[in-house]
């Protein structure tokens, strides 16, 4: 009996010693986080490239990836695609060292259009113009973000996009 209560009660300190470090809003959210991200757009097969900020708990993540390529300076080959992402959320701390960020914002795909109006009155050294064509969608979901002192590594997976990046902390 004494070895029952011996552990009930080293349970019930290990869970108030771990109750006190969850959910540290203060601590945490006072913080400047910045990073990079690299992923995949699931529509397109398209690279997603951006930067995540956090300040005072509420996130930023924007980003996109056009590509162009004109192998005869006239005619677009196949890769005329491009994506851009827009996501904002708040930062919810689980404990110091792990977070979770909900997200909403858009996420498009879209094609590089090359446009030919006035190509005449145009000079033989003047760059084609080039305009997107994009679709934008609703796009939705979460963030986890790991922090080692000042290291932090997230990932990301949403409606249409998964990343991740790495960042530091200030």
Request: charged share 20%.
């Amino acid at each position: 009996m004494k070895k029952i209560i011996s552990a009930l009660l080293c349970l019930i300190a290990v869970l108030q010693v771990s109750a006190a470090e969850l959910w540290p809003f203060a601590e945490v959210n006072n913080k400047l986080d910045l990073s990079v991200n690299a992923g995949y757009h699931f529509d397109s097969s398209v690279a997603v490239m951006g930067f995540g900020v956090t300040v005072k708990g509420i996130h930023l993540t924007i980003g996109g990836v056009g590509s162009c390529k004109l192998p005869d300076g006239t005619k677009p080959s196949g890769k005329n695609t491009a994506s851009a992402m827009l996501q904002f959320g708040y930062q919810i701390p689980v404990i110091r060292q792990f977070r979770v960020i909900p997200v909403v914002g858009t996420a498009a795909i879209g094609k590089i259009v090359y446009d030919t109006e006035g190509q005449e009155f145009r000079s033989p050294d003047d760059p084609p113009k080039t305009r997107l064509d994009m679709k934008y969608r609703f796009d939705a979901g979460v963030h986890f973000v790991f922090n080692h002192k000042a290291l932090i590594i997230n990932a990301a997976i949403t409606r249409y996009t998964v990343f991740g990046g790495i960042g530091i902390e200030f």
